[in-house]
Nanobody, 115 residues
Framework: QVQLVESGGGLVQAGGSLRLSCVAS????????MGWYRQAPGKQRELVAD???????TYVDSVKGRFTISRDNAKNTVYLQMNNLTPDDTAVYYC?????????WGQGTQVTVSS
């Protein structure tokens, strides 16, 4: 399902930063673990980071120390702050909301990091 609205992708030079945003409905956001996934060409989709309703964060090893996931429960929004980007971060990034009854996906936003 496409129930989430993403923004913030784009083209950036290596070493630069981007901030991704994802807005969900209050009904979904208020009960969901929120996550960011990415899929690079020729690679499987992988979990980049997720965050529980209480703010507990999980990261894939390759982004630890560079990316930060956060959520604003008042705005029904999850963010992914991406710093010190490298070409290996180039991928389509997808927002995910996992509720008890279903999972929901954004449409994806392209992040391209040039050398």
């Amino acid at each position: 399902q496409v129930q989430l609205v993403e923004s913030g992708g784009g083209l950036v030079q290596a070493g630069g930063s981007l901030r991704l945003s994802c807005v969900a409905s209050e009904r979904i956001f208020s009960v969901s673990v929120m996550g960011w996934y990415r899929q690079a060409p020729g690679k499987q989709r992988e979990l980049v980071a997720d965050i529980t309703r209480g703010g507990r964060e999980t990261y894939v090893d390759s982004v630890k120390g560079r990316f930060t996931i956060s959520r604003d429960n008042a705005k029904n929004t999850v963010y992914l702050q991406m710093n010190n980007l490298t070409p290996d971060d180039t991928a389509v990034y997808y927002c995910n909301a996992q509720a008890i009854w279903a999972g929901y996906w954004g449409q994806g936003t392209q992040v391209t990091v040039s050398s």
